[in-house]
């Protein structure tokens, strides 16, 4: 009979194959296995995988450990995912974490550039610009320009864009596809990318990566992130300089300009629409802030 262990690899091996879990989830999942086995025997049982146990280990985490509830909020979600597995594998009737409540997370508005921040003259014209320079810009009209994700841009190859109909087909999270539309800014810095690849011997192949390494790999996502950063500080923005503000600044900016809810979820590949929500949360702040400011009797 399998133990908890083999059973624990197994569930990783389908989400990676089967599920096709990003490279980073598997990997999250695995560290967070590996902490709930750490407190069982190599040759425990998969009986030993109960709701007492699961809850003793998030009490653990709490108390003992003192994490942050998004850390336990990760470990507890890949215990429900584990389980869920268990069941359809017929190895348990129900899920044993099911009943495992996620911890409460405080009510947080995301962070984001307002659309001045993000204004065209904030981008000083590029004189004999680098790759590096260019992929930065590349990149921005990704993520602010499309919405997509870091690592959906990392991943994305040529054979994604259609440059005649202004789209590009990005692989999100489960390997979902979706279909946006790209600016007429980016399609102008795409083909400055192309340029200046050529120039240097590069010349992109249809279903090769769009962002490549000197050696011919695909850049990794940190030296994607670190772009942002440095395109974000060249503008003077001193709040988090990260890809996933300005993913948040592209659904604001589209909602404050009178998108519908349901087209910025499907734009952003939200799963849910409760995901997407938190965005009209954001502009109903800003409408109190200018309401306070405003108004002589607020």
């Known amino acids: 009979m399998a133990t908890l262990v083999e059973h ?9 194959t089967q599920r096709r879990f990003s490279p980073r989830t598997t990997d999250t999942y695995r560290k967070s296995l590996a902490k709930f086995l750490a407190g069982f025997p190599k040759d425990a049982p998969l009986s030993c995988f109960t709701t007492e146990s699961i809850r003793a280990f998030v009490w653990k985490l709490r108390k003992t450990e003192n994490l942050a509830i998004t850390s336990i909020d990760l470990h507890i979600a ?7 597995y268990l069941v359809r594998s017929h190895e348990f009737q129900s899920n044993p974490a099911e009943s495992v409540p996620m911890p409460k997370r405080p009510k947080r508005l995301v962070s984001f550039l307002s659309q001045k921040d993000l204004a065209e003259e904030k981008f000083r014209e590029l004189e004999n610009p680098s ?5 930065a810009r590349l990149l921005l009209e ?3 320009g499309s ?13 994604r864009i259609d440059f005649g109909a202004n789209l590009v087909r990005a692989l999100g999270k489960g390997s979902k596809e979706r279909i946006v539309p790209i600016t007429d ?7 400055t990318y192309k340029l200046k690849l050529s120039e240097e011997g590069r010349l992109p192949t249809k279903k090769a990566p769009v962002f490549l390494n000197g050696e011919g790999k695909p850049h990794d996502v940190r030296t994607l992130r670190r772009d942002i950063h440095a395109l974000l500080r060249s503008i003077g923005w001193e709040g988090k300089a990260s890809p996933h503000v300005l993913r948040h600044s592209f659904a604001t900016h589209l909602l404050e300009n009178g998108a519908d809810l349901i087209s910025v979820k499907e734009m952003l590949g939200h799963a849910s629409l409760a995901t997407t929500q938190v965005y009209t949360h954001v502009s109903a702040e800003r409408l109190k802030e200018s309401f306070k400011k405003a108004h002589p009797r607020a």
């Open 8 to 16: 624990a690899d197994k569930f990783l091996e389908y989400i990676a």
């Open 78 to 84: 890949c215990l429900k995912s584990f389980g869920r």
């Open 131 to 135: 790759l590096p320079m260019i992929r």
């Open 142 to 144: 990704l993520i602010y």
């Open 147 to 159: 919405g997509l994700r870091i690592s959906e841009c990392q991943s994305l190859d040529w054979s």
């Open 185 to 191: 800014q980016a399609h102008q810095w795409f083909d």
